[in-house]
């Protein structure tokens, strides 16, 4: 069980915004920046954002990121089928002087 | 061109060792924090370690602290995983990544499997 929380799983149609959120607590979200990170079937996880709301260069402005409290989320904008993926959240987390992942939101694209 | 490449992985029976490789170019490695992120097939991702730019620090996940260690060789720019007393749990294709910010990992390698069974 991931210290990270997020939705095993989202869908949504095509060209609709879908929110993936990811909780955690005091010790990691709630005092650290969160990164995001896409990873499609049987290659290496891409990060898409990090310190919270920074869009990695030549990621699609249709992904933003935020943070607020011990929680925050990836918004994806205009979806597209080439979206379906499984999206993971990260931070440090203070207290186990770790990185800690969520546990994986896979999105479907209905 | 920026790249990771991992090689080491295998098949060994409980208990045994294996030492993961990760070689880096394209970038001055020497500047970077570095990690070893694992994911079990068809699971989550976990993060396993890290090390400091010159190998004076490092972060271990309390699953294998004790049994596995991360090392660094800047000369070489490669990164090193020795993992003993392994176990079936550490079966999982581990991944290098280079860390940017604050514990981002923006460089990943392609990664390499590692299957502990007997």
């Known amino acids: 069980q991931s210290v990270l929380t997020q939705p095993p799983s989202v869908s949504e149609a095509p060209r609709q915004r879908v929110t993936i959120s990811c909780s955690g607590s005091s010790s990691n979200i709630g005092n650290n920046a969160v990164n995001w990170y896409q990873q499609l079937p049987g290659k290496a996880p891409k990060l898409l954002i990090y310190y919270d709301d920074i869009l990695t260069s030549g990621v699609s402005d249709r992904f933003s990121g935020s943070r607020s409290g011990t929680s925050a989320s990836l918004a994806i904008s205009g979806l597209q089928s080439e979206d379906e993926a499984d999206y993971y959240c990260t931070a440090w987390d203070d207290s186990l002087d770790a990185v800690l992942f969520g546990g994986g939101t896979k999105l479907t694209v209905l | 061109e920026v790249q990771l490449v991992e090689s080491g992985g295998g098949l060994v029976q409980p208990g045994g060792s294996l030492r993961l490789s990760c070689a880096a170019s394209g970038f001055t490695f020497s500047k970077y924090w570095m990690s070893w992120v694992r994911q079990v097939p068809g699971r989550g991702l976990e993060w396993v370690v890290n090390i400091k730019q010159d190998g004076s620090d490092t972060y271990y996940v309390d699953s294998v602290k004790g049994r596995f260690t991360i090392s660094r060789d800047n000369a070489k720019n490669s990164l090193y995983l020795q993992m003993n007393s392994l176990r079936v749990e550490d079966t999982a294709v581990y991944y290098c990544?280079?860390?940017?910010?604050?514990?981002?990992?923006?460089?990943w390698g392609q990664g390499t499997m590692v299957s502990v069974s007997s």
């Open positions: 990544a280079r860390e940017v910010g604050w514990r981002a990992f923006d460089i």
